[in-house]
């Protein structure tokens, strides 16, 4: 069982940066690929990034590539997004959520665990 608790969320202007956290439980959390989707209002969840267990590779969508950063530190079982640049369609609520998975999952049908969320809003 991993538990999923994400911070960081706010209210930023557009090109601001801000760096969301999602902190885990468990003593597993090394052995899980880490993912971050976000979800708008009237829209589905969609994929935003993703990093393998050991952190060695990353994948990212095409709207926040160059923009976003997604990174762990498996010692404080903590996977972080790094958002600079934003803009006003980053708006969205922020998950992150748990594959036990040696490969880069970008569905959420094969992520196993989720966290309630984070709202970031970028005003223009």
């Known amino acids: 069982q991993v538990q999923l608790v994400e911070s960081g969320g706010g209210l930023v202007q557009a090109g601001g940066s801000l760096r969301l956290s999602c902190a885990a439980s468990?003593?597993?959390?090394?052995?899980?690929?880490m993912g971050w989707f976000r979800q708008a209002p009237g829209n589905e969840r969609a994929f935003v990034a993703a990093?393998?267990?050991?952190?060695?590779?990353?994948y990212y969508a095409e709207s926040v590539k160059g923009r976003f950063t997604i990174s762990r530190d498996n010692a404080k079982n903590t996977v972080y997004l790094q958002m600079n640049s934003l803009k006003s369609e980053d708006t969205a609520v922020y998950y992150c959520?748990?594959?036990?998975?040696?490969?880069?999952?970008?569905?959420?049908?094969?992520?196993?665990?989720w966290g309630q969320g984070t709202q970031v809003t970028v005003s223009t």
């Open positions: 959520a748990a594959a036990r998975t040696q490969l880069i999952p970008i569905s959420t049908k094969f992520y196993d665990y």
């Open positions: 990093i393998t267990w050991s952190g060695g590779s990353t």
């Open positions: 468990g003593r597993t959390f090394s052995s899980y690929a």
